[in-house]
């Protein structure tokens, strides 16, 4: 396994899974998001226009600029050749597009094995974490929480509205682990052939 994808609305419990994967996982795991992204814009491109806006004020619906979308395309590329240089990394993600952001992630990721999983929660509770984090625009995680979902296909589920961060990233581990076991039984295609 080389990338764990995380993808689910603002204040869904994606990063506190991602710290307690990097507990739980015996190798080490780059955790890398949306937010490191957007931490890393100048100024000028947080704030709407060709950037990204929405993250401070609003409604907590995310516009995307021009310049932003070149950016996140690049910065996808950039992480998939992390991966491919020998990083694990868990990416913690915000499918604002749902399928077309999937689309784009899967071709970056073409040819790596990949875990994509979801990550839900009741729009009521991550709204109500919104409010306690204090550092989200009021009214993006109910405005994210499904949205972000539509049409994607994952190969595993978890709500952490129904079940803690930690007991999550138990569930996701326990998949890492059963796919390192599947692989390592599978027999090698070049057994057996002359060199």
């Given at each position: 396994?080389?990338?764990?994808?995380?993808?689910?609305?603002s204040s869904s419990g994606k990063s506190s899974i991602a710290g307690r994967l990097q507990e739980l996982l015996p190798e080490p795991w780059l955790h890398l998001g949306t937010d490191t992204m957007v931490?890393?814009?100048?100024?000028?491109?947080?704030?709407?226009?060709?950037?990204?806006?929405?993250?401070?004020?609003?409604d907590g619906t995310v516009r995307v600029g021009p310049v932003f979308a070149t950016l996140d395309a690049a910065w996808t590329v950039g992480v998939a050749a992390m991966a491919r240089a020998g990083a694990r990394i868990v990416v913690d993600?915000?499918?604002?597009?749902g399928t077309t952001s999937q689309?784009?992630?899967?071709?970056?990721?073409?040819?790596?094995?990949?875990?994509?999983?979801?990550?839900r929660c009741d729009p009521a509770v991550a709204a109500a974490r919104e409010?306690?984090?204090g550092d989200r625009v009021a009214g993006?995680?109910?405005a994210q929480a499904e949205p972000v979902h539509r049409g994607v296909a994952?190969?595993?589920?978890v709500d952490t509205s129904r079940a803690s961060a930690a007991d999550c990233a138990q569930?996701?581990?326990?998949?890492?682990?059963?796919?390192?076991a599947t692989a390592g039984a599978q027999p090698d295609a070049r057994a057996g052939t002359a060199s």
């Open positions: 396994m080389h990338v764990i994808v995380l993808n689910g609305g931490d890393a814009l100048p100024p000028s491109l947080r704030s709407g226009g060709e950037g990204i806006g929405g993250l401070e004020d609003g993600e915000v499918f604002l597009g689309a784009r992630w899967r071709a970056a990721l073409e040819g790596l094995d990949v875990l994509w999983v979801g990550v409010a306690a984090r993006m995680a109910a994952y190969d595993l589920v569930v996701i581990a326990a998949q890492v682990e059963a796919a390192r």
